[in-house]
C-alpha cells in the first residue's frame, strides 16, 4: 500500500524547502528593469544579507550556485600560481580545493576524514612551518554538508593570529548561513562564501561572496579578474545592471526579499540559530534510540562538532542480505521516498566502498517540529517496515527535545 499522496517534502541538505509566501512571491510578470519597484527591492536586500552574516563589510550577488560562488571568491583575491591550504572535513573542501586547482592556484589539502573538525594544532604546525612564497589563503568549510561536521571558526583566526600569518581566512558558509551562528566580523572572517537554497529558503541560482577591508587590498593586488566575477563593479556600481553583472535575476530577487522578510524582519537570525539548534538536537535525540544495539549510529560522534542544519546517519553497507545490490541507507531512502514522500539525502564524501553506508537528513531553512517529526517517524517506519534491526523510543527521545524548548520560551 503506498500512504504517499499529500504534500512531498525534501529533507535534503538544499535545496532546501521553499515557504510558500516565498514561491508567491515569484508568481508575477517580468518587471521593467530599468526603473521602478525592482531596483528598490534589489538594494533592499543587500543590508539583510550583510544582518544575516553580521558583517558591516560588503557582499557581492552572483547569478550561480555555490560553486560559482567559489570561483567568483578565487577570482578577486587569488591569482595562477599562488598557494593556498584548504581544510577538508567531508567532501566541499577538497571540490573547493579541486576547483582552485583548475584556476591554476597551488593547493594544499589537510584532511581531517569523515567523522572531526579540523585540528587548530595541525594547522598551526603547517603554517609555522611556512616559508615563501608564504600562502596567501586559508579556506575552510564551515558546516561539510556530506561528513555533517560543523568547525568552529574562531579558533582558525586564533592560529592565524598566533602564528602572524597574513593569509587570507576565506570560509564557505553555503550550508550554515542563516541555520549557525556566524559572526563573520567578529570572527575576522576575509572572505565568505553563501548560497540562496539553503539557509536562505529560495530556489538555487543566487550566491554571494562577503569580504571585508583586507579581502578587498587582496584583490586590488590581483591583476586579470575576469570581467564578470570581477566583486568591484558589483559592490560599486555606476548602473544598476552592473550589481549582477547583466541582466538582474529579476524573480529571484523578489524571492530572496521574501525569505529575508521571514528570517531577518520575522523570526530574527538568533532565534534562527536557536531553532535549528533545537531542531537539530531532536534528530540526534531519535538517531541515539536508533543506535541502541544496532549499526545505526550518528555520523559525527562529538555533539559539539555536529552541524545544526544537516545530519549524516551512518549505516551498515552489508550487501549480503541480496536486497537487489542495495544497501541499507538505500532501502531506507528508497522506501521514505516511495512510501511516504519524504526524499533524504544520500550518503556523500565517503569512499567507494562506503558510499552506501550513509544517508542524510537535512534539517535546514524553513522547518517546524510537525517537520521534523514526520520526517524522523517515516526513518522509524522504514527501519521497522525493511526488518533493519533498531532501538525503540526514537519518536519520543526527539519530541522530549522539543518540549524542553518550553523552558526557554519567552526568554529571549
Ligand atoms: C551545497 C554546498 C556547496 C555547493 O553548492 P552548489 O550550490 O551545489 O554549487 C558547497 N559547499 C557547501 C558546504 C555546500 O553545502
Known sequence: MLLNRGRNSVAIPGPSIIPDRVLAAMQRPSPNIYDGELIDIAESIFPDLKSVARTDGNVAIYIANG??????????VLSPGDRVIALNTGFFGSRWAFMARTMGIDVEVLDFGM???????VLRNRLGADTSPYVKAVFAVQTDTASSVRNDIPELRAVLDDVGHESLLMVDCIASLGCEPHEMDAWGVDVMNA??????????????VYFNDRAKEARAR???????????????????YQLFGG???????????EALDILVHEEGVANAWARHERLAGAVWAAIDRWADGS???PGVSDPSHRSHAVTTIRTTNDLSGGHDGDTDADRIRQWCESRSGVTLG???GFPDHLSGSAFRIGHMGHLNPPMILGTLGCVDSALTALGI????????????????????FGLE
Open 222 to 240: 590581483v591583476s586579470g579578474v575576469s570581467g564578470y566575477w570581477d566583486w568591484v563593479p558589483r559592490t560599486e556600481p555606476e548602473h544598476f
Open 67 to 76: 560553486h560559482g560562488s567559489w570561483e567568483a571568491g578565487i577570482s578577486n
Open 295 to 297: 549499526a545505526i549510529r
Open 389 to 408: 534491526p533498531h532501538g525503540d523510543g526514537a519518536l519520543e527521545a526527539a519530541s522530549r527535545v522539543i518540549s524542553e524548548a518550553d523552558a526557554t
Open 346 to 348: 544520500i550518503g556523500l
Open 195 to 208: 548560497a540562496c537554497q539553503k539557509g536562505l529558503m529560495t530556489p538555487a541560482g543566487m550566491s554571494f
Open 247 to 257: 541582466t538582474a535575476p529579476t524573480h529571484h530577487i523578489f524571492a530572496l526579499r
Open 115 to 121: 567523522d572531526e573538525c579540523f585540528d587548530p594544532g
